[in-house]
């Protein structure tokens, strides 16, 4: 993935953020609360002040959805593309100005990607079986509205991806976004509902309450109107999901590791590392989160990671920057280590200044030697620093990374040419990602096969969301008619 800044960037951030602070912003649509609606939602352009009116919306649009077929689906998604697309840099500078995570050119980047990767309508095949019995068709057909759930560390790519995959599959959806990430996931929405209403006559495709809460959540989990939910996020709203009573399609938290061996190209996996975990200051649940590298080629990977590019801390650095950057909280049985949120998805050089190094411009990421029982080999930190732990062997890598994975299977990442390694490790992790011999990114079809989605099913096993993660099977037989195979005398 290109890490290019355009040239314009610098600009327009300022101009959205003096948008977002400003007394008496003409721009209400984004940052204030929604009007309330009676009667019909058309006008609403999907931005609602309660979980009731944004599924009452959500409905109506529904039952509009599908009296405008397949094709309605095509057109109303090829807005929420070319907006994503079109509108990526005012979009991604103000999810970045909102935020305060990650990196501005990724935040672009995620909307942009989300124009060809993400799949549509295409992948609405119906399966047909034919003989002598005649013939049976299973479709896909949509479940109505969704409720679905997004992280702060992708706010509005969630979302575009999420509607694209699901009004794909002829459903609706009804968002309760991450409260920090609500003013930029209430503009996109708007965005995009007003020109599928302009265009189709169909407004609230996509409906989202405005000021979200654990409360609004929670209202959306238990709504009658509420067919499947979707979650996206950590640790604590997985789990509410599979506790839910409805069907829910989870995408969980990750902690990704990466073991190298000593068949490892080592310059590819220090540029795959570097590309992987830097994305977006490591926000990403599939970007590397620890390495473990086999004692025979460790002090050459060492060396590999800094010609990429990467910026070594040495043990007294590293030690001052995990007492900074890592805390515990909890009690007793559930105490467990977390990111301190003031260093989350914060640029390299300042996790360097943290540990009393000296960052340099255009630095993407930190790294250094740890112990195995390091708190930042456990944590998802969700920052461009890197712990390496040596192992004496691949067998004990793997072992190390399977343990820090949590049992999470969600992405795990190996750089080998041992046919047999990587066997071992991929039954070993078990995980929804398994990427050999490039970046994570290239799990999500960026630099790899595959298409691209922001929901990673992982306790569930849907894997990478796709339309037809959405939609139910419908079978339809007709007994002994209309069959092709076998005599015509057979006809009566
Ligand atoms: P988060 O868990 O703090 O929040 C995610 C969403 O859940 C937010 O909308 C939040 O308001 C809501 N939420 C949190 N606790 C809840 C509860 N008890 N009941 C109902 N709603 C609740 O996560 P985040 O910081 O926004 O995102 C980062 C996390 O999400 C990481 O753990 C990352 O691995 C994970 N993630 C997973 C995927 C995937 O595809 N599997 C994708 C992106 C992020």
């Known amino acids: 993935?290109?890490?290019?800044?355009?040239?314009?960037?610098?600009?327009?951030?300022?101009?959205?953020?003096?948008?977002?602070?400003?007394?008496?912003?003409?721009?209400?649509?984004?940052?204030?609360?929604?009007?309330?609606?009676?009667?019909?939602?058309?006008?609403?352009?999907?931005?609602?002040?309660?979980?009731?009116?944004?599924?009452?919306?959500?409905?109506?649009?529904?039952?509009?959805?599908?009296?405008?077929?397949?094709?309605?689906?095509?057109?109303?998604?090829?807005?929420?593309?070319?907006?994503?697309?079109?509108?990526?840099?005012?979009?991604?500078?103000?999810?970045?100005?909102?935020?305060?995570?990650?990196?501005?050119?990724?935040?672009?980047?995620?909307?942009?990607?989300?124009?060809?990767?993400?799949?549509?309508?295409?992948?609405?095949?119906?399966?047909?079986f034919s003989g002598d019995h005649g013939l049976a068709v299973i479709e896909h057909a949509p479940f109505g509205v969704i409720g679905a759930i997004t992280p702060v560390t992708h706010s509005l790519p969630t979302i575009a991806c999420n509607a694209i995959n699901m009004i794909a599959g002829g459903n609706t959806v009804v968002v309760n976004p991450h409260p920090s990430g609500r003013k930029i996931a209430a503009e996109g929405v708007r965005r995009f509902n007003a020109a599928i209403h302009r265009d189709l006559g169909v407004d609230n495709l996509i409906s989202l309450v405005a000021e979200p809460s654990l409360e609004s959540a929670g209202a959306l989990f238990n709504h009658r109107g509420v067919k499947l939910i979707c979650v996206t996020g950590g640790p604590a709203v997985a789990r509410a999901a599979l506790q839910s009573s409805k069907r829910a399609i989870v995408a969980g938290p990750g902690n990704p590791p990466v073991v190298v061996d000593e068949t490892a190209d080592l310059d590819n996996a220090a540029r795959s590392i570097i590309a992987g975990a830097a994305y977006d200051?490591?926000?990403?649940?599939?970007?590397?989160?620890?390495?473990?590298?086999?004692?025979?080629?460790?002090?050459?990977?060492?060396?590999?990671?800094?010609?990429?590019?990467?910026?070594?801390?040495?043990?007294?650095?590293?030690?001052?920057?995990?007492?900074?950057?890592?805390?515990?909280?909890?009690?007793?049985?559930?105490?467990?280590?977390?990111?301190?949120?003031?260093?989350?998805?914060?640029?390299?050089?300042?996790?360097?200044?943290?540990?009393?190094?000296?960052?340099?411009?255009?630095?993407?990421?930190?790294?250094?030697?740890?112990?195995?029982?390091?708190?930042?080999?456990?944590?998802?930190?969700?920052?461009?620093f890197l712990p390496f732990v040596r192992c004496k062997d691949a067998d004990e890598a793997i072992d190390r990374a399977h343990e820090s994975e949590h049992g999470f299977r969600h992405t795990a990442i190996i750089h080998s040419t041992n046919v047999r390694t990587m066997t071992r490790m991929g039954r070993l992790l078990d995980t929804t990602l398994f990427v050999k011999n490039g970046p994570s990114v290239a799990g999500l079809g960026l630099g790899g096969e595959g298409s691209l989605s922001f929901s990673i099913a992982t306790p569930t096993g849907e894997g990478v969301t796709t339309p037809l993660t959405f939609t139910r099977q419908r079978r339809c037989t007709l007994v002994d008619d209309l069959r092709i195979l076998g005599s015509a005398d057979a006809v009566s």
Not at 41 to 50: I, M, P, R, T
Not at 105 to 116: M, R
């Open 281 to 384: 200051n490591n926000l990403l649940c599939i970007g590397e989160k620890q390495v473990f590298v086999v004692a025979a080629v460790f002090d050459r990977m060492m060396a590999a990671m800094e010609r990429a590019g990467a910026l070594r801390l040495n043990a007294q650095q590293v030690d001052a920057l995990t007492k900074r950057a890592i805390v515990m909280t909890g009690e007793g049985a559930h105490r467990h280590w977390v990111p301190c949120k003031d260093l989350l998805g914060q640029d390299a050089s300042l996790l360097a200044q943290a540990a009393g190094a000296t960052g340099h411009t255009g630095l993407e990421l930190v790294f250094g030697e740890t112990d195995n029982d390091n708190p930042f080999v456990p944590t998802e930190q969700m920052m461009p």
């Open 1 to 128: 993935m290109s890490t290019a800044t355009p040239p314009d960037i610098a600009a327009i951030v300022r101009q959205v953020i003096a948008e977002l602070t400003a007394p008496g912003s003409p721009k209400p649509q984004a940052t204030a609360s929604a009007p309330a609606h009676t009667g019909s939602h058309e006008g609403a352009n999907g931005v609602f002040s309660s979980v009731d009116e944004a599924v009452a919306a959500a409905t109506e649009a529904f039952q509009q959805l599908e009296r405008l077929g397949v094709e309605g689906r095509k057109k109303a998604i090829a807005h929420v593309r070319r907006i994503a697309i079109e509108d990526a840099e005012e979009l991604g500078g103000m999810e970045f100005a909102e935020t305060k995570i990650g990196r501005l050119d990724h935040k672009i980047e995620k909307l942009k990607v989300l124009g060809e990767k993400v799949p549509g309508v295409e992948f609405m095949q119906s399966e047909v």
